[in-house]
């Protein structure tokens, strides 16, 4: 424990997802606990911090939340470059949103960080009354495409705080965000001294 | 001033005859050949396509033709563009203008990749993106030709689909995936470059972060643009570049020194020490050898202005870092306090006996230093957005709002009419709808007129937007559109006269919205250019931080700072941006001053983009408007011309009416 230094970690989120599929409001909930039934649209971006205790290490996430619209889908990059994680958001009342979910896991798959932790978010899972697309159909997707899924609710606060927990959990105890290689070093001293250097 | 050294025939008799009968290429490419063989010491012309224009505005009316070359010298391949001198389609288009968008001899190892639109209707362009993150206008092929083009770049570079976007072509090999996207997508680290002035920096003295991002020789750039023979003398010295670069800076300076008293260029003197901590910053971006001259002048002399701005011993770098500190002291002299609100009484005296507003100019003046007393918005709004002239009546007035409301009915009744069945059929208009459905039930919702379920005037909001997307098809709908509108139902508390109060305003600041970003990447632009011109040092830290893009004040632009102030704050800016009483880009300034208000706290905390963009994103709420608004101010009479110049024309929110008025046209230039 005297060496805890050596177990902090900084990492970068990214959420991406379609317009209204819920991405600010899953941060808003993790990380005010508030839900607003009517959370305004993102313009740019929205970055917000939050520090996990995961396996006696801390773990900063710095997230970013987008903005869903298509037309502003050239902004993406800007956010998920150098992003240790990303959750794609989509919407269980839209099969559109799920569409577009598969969408950008593979232009993550294609361009983001080969590291990078990736958590499928089917959200508003407390409207099971509209449910439009099917746990097994997104889990199935999943698997094939090495995410983990989990259905969401920021209304609810079901499941938030988990898929947030399970990414820092996952994620390699040494962060390469900033190293384009995407190469692991072992864990040691001074290792982490990069990314840990600005933590409490 | 550079492109005054331009090699171009358009202003041969020959030339402008057979421009005037049209096109008559071969000839004009023999021609063409023959002076570049002679001027260009060697460089050999590849390609030369006439009637290649850009359009500074959304206006289709206002284009400024030229001649798109390719040459090659060395094996390097070099692209350009020249205005036609005179055969502008617009006289407000000033040779400024002109020289402004030139692009001189841009080598393609600087170019990142090339976007075609080759549209089946309209007019065929190109997008040419620099691998500094900058990008040109579009440039636009009247008389057809892409295709070739393309296919003459490919035989001699080497030109690569993008995998991402059909469109988009992609110079060399990029080193990751991750460029390859943001070079492929609609680029966000992507600016409009005015070309000359811009490029120019970039061959500058502060080269030195270019070399560490690109690797592939910025040295060897710029020694054959040097042979190229363009820009012949400045390109070999970064040094002597910098003090040219520099030389336009002084220029402004000295002319502040005429227009200031004295007294105030004497208090730099004090100033100098606090500001001391930073100077240190700007001057490690050089190159080495730069900053030992810039320490070995700042011992020299460390506050003289040179008395004489064509004088040798310009380069004083030091003295650029320390300039802001008079525009924050000009600020406190300059920016003038704010007034109440007009009110209802006062605004009556504008008027005369039939209502029309006699000295539209006076008025501006008015609402610029005081805003409007929220009672009377609703008669003033209409004017300020263009909606209604200054000089229509009382009648005519009257008279417009029930004929306006008969065309809202029938546009509106355009998606009303649209059947379930047909909907089924008609995925454009549900993509839309739905996309409006989602937002207008989240905008603005804690605001008293829009909370509560099933209100009225979110229902009136939603008609308004998907009118709007009907009657602009083109455009359609787009995020930030609902924050625009809402004010403006709220003030107007009428649909039809909110719809078209909302057009007028789209006529300016649709551009914000198009597709290919190209409105904000215009604002983006022209932001860093006034940033340059007022902060050089700020700029230069941006430079360095990989933060030129400006991308970090995204959301201040596109909706004109409506997330950053409460809501009457945010109405009482928008009368003010919208009298364009100083400047039609008044927002611009005010992105300035805001930024130079926390630049100690940008510099200092050493802010990288994402800290930055967390930090301006937090902003909201916190800033001060009035002071803030004496800021911009007083930042746009220092710029004044320069200003102006660096913002290139029909940059949203330019209106091509009123131009004259509102850039005011000096040739008493330094």
Known sequence: MATAGNKNINAKLVLLGDVGAGKSSLVLRFVKDQFVEFQESTIGAAFFSQTLAVNEATVKLEIWDTAGQERYHSLAPMYYRGAAAAIIVFDITNQASFERAKKWVQELQAQGNPNMVMALAGNKADLLDARKVSAEEAETYAQENSLFFMETSAKTATNVKDIFYEIAKRLPRVQPAENPTGMVLPNGPGATAASASCCA | ?670
């Open chain 2, 1 to 670: 001033m550079e492109s005054s050294e331009l090699h171009d025939l358009s202003d041969d008799a020959d030339y402008a005859a057979s421009q005037q009968q049209g096109s008559a290429s071969m000839m004009r490419c023999d021609s063409e050949k023959r002076s570049s063989s002679s001027d260009h010491d060697g460089a050999e012309l590849i390609y030369l396509k006439d009637n290649v224009a850009i359009h500074p505005t959304q206006f289709a009316s206002e284009r400024i033709s030229g001649r798109l070359k390719l040459t090659k010298q060395d094996s390097l391949l070099f692209l350009s563009w020249t205005p036609y001198k005179g055969q502008t389609s617009n006289a407000k288009l000033s040779e400024k203008d002109r020289s402004l968008y030139t692009i001189t001899a841009v080598p393609f190892t600087e170019v990142r990749s090339i976007r075609r639109h080759t549209p089946a209707l309209g007019w065929q362009y190109v997008i040419v993106v620099l691998s500094s993150g900058l990008a040109f206008p579009p440039l636009y092929f009247y008389n057809g030709g892409v295709r070739e083009f393309l296919a003459i770049v490919k035989q001699h570079v080497f030109l690569a689909r993008s995998a991402e976007d059909a469109n988009v072509f992609i110079v060399n090999d990029f080193q990751s995936p991750l460029q390859r996207t943001l070079s492929s997508l609609e680029l966000p680290s992507t600016l409009p470059v005015a070309s000359g002035q811009s490029i120019y920096p970039l061959d500058g003295g502060s080269s030195s972060e270019n070399q560490g991002r690109t690797s592939a020789g910025v040295d060897n750039r710029v020694s054959s643009v040097s042979r190229y023979g363009l820009r012949k003398q400045k390109s070999h010295d970064p040094a002597r570049d910098l003090s040219i670069h520099l030389l336009e800076k002084f220029s402004l300076v000295t002319k502040f020194a005429r227009e200031t008293t004295t007294q105030l260029f004497s208090e730099n003197n004090g100033l100098g020490s606090v500001d001391k901590r930073w100077n240190n910053q700007p001057v490690h971006s050089y190159p080495e050898k730069l900053s030992n001259i810039a320490e070995e002048k700042y011992h020299e002399s460390p506050h003289s202005y040179p008395v004489n701005e064509h004088d040798e011993e310009i380069p004083n770098i030091v003295d650029v870092p320390a300039d802001p500190l008079e525009f924050n002291k000009l600020s406190l002299v300059w920016g003038k306090p704010r007034q109440s609100p007009m009110g209802s009484k006062e605004f009556t005296a504008f008027l005369d006996y039939e209502g029309r507003v006699v000295e539209s100019k006076a008025l501006r003046e008015r609402v610029f230093y005081g805003g409007i007393e929220h009672q009377l918005r609703k008669e003033v709004w209409p004017f300020l957005l263009g909606y209604h002239a200054y000089d229509s009546t009382y009648a005519e007035r009257e008279y417009l709002r029930s004929v306006k409301q008969m065309e809202y009915a029938t546009l509106k009744q355009q998606w009303q009419s649209i059947s379930p069945e047909q909907a089924k059929r008609f995925t454009k208009y549900r993509e839309r709808k739905g996309l409006i459905d989602k937002d207008v039930v989240r905008t603005d919702r804690a605001f008293e007129y829009y909370e509560g379920d099933d209100n009225l005037n979110v229902n009136s909001m939603r008609d308004i937007l998907l009118t709007y997307s009907f009657y602009n098809f083109d455009l359609g709908y787009c995020q930030g559109m609902s924050d625009y509108l809402s004010p403006i139902l709220f003030v107007m508390e009428d649909e039809s006269e909110a719809f078209w109060c909302f057009v007028a305003l789209m006529e300016r600041l649709g551009p914000n919205f198009n597709r290919d970003q190209n409105g904000m990447h215009t604002q983006l632009f022209a932001l860093s250019k006034l940033v340059e011109l007022l902060d050089s040092p700020l700029h230069n830290y941006f430079k360095q931080n990989d933060c030129l893009n400006y991308f970090f004040c995204f959301r201040w632009i596109l909706i004109q700072f409506k997330r950053e102030f409460e809501y009457e704050k945010t109405m009482q800016l928008w009368e003010v941006l919208w009298t364009q009483y100083l400047t039609e880009h008044l927002h611009l300034y005010v992105c300035a001053a805001i930024l130079k208000r926390y630049r100690s706290k940008i510099m200092g905390e050493q802010m990288d983009f994402d800290t930055l963009l967390k930090f301006i994103n937090e902003l909201s709420g916190q800033i001060d408007l009035d002071s803030t608004i004496r800021d911009a101010e007083a930042l746009c009479i220092c710029a004044g011309e320069n200003g102006a110049a660096s913002i290139p024309p029909g940059t949203p929110p330019s209106l091509p009416l009123d131009e004259g008025i509102l850039y005011p046209q000096d040739d008493d230039v330094l």
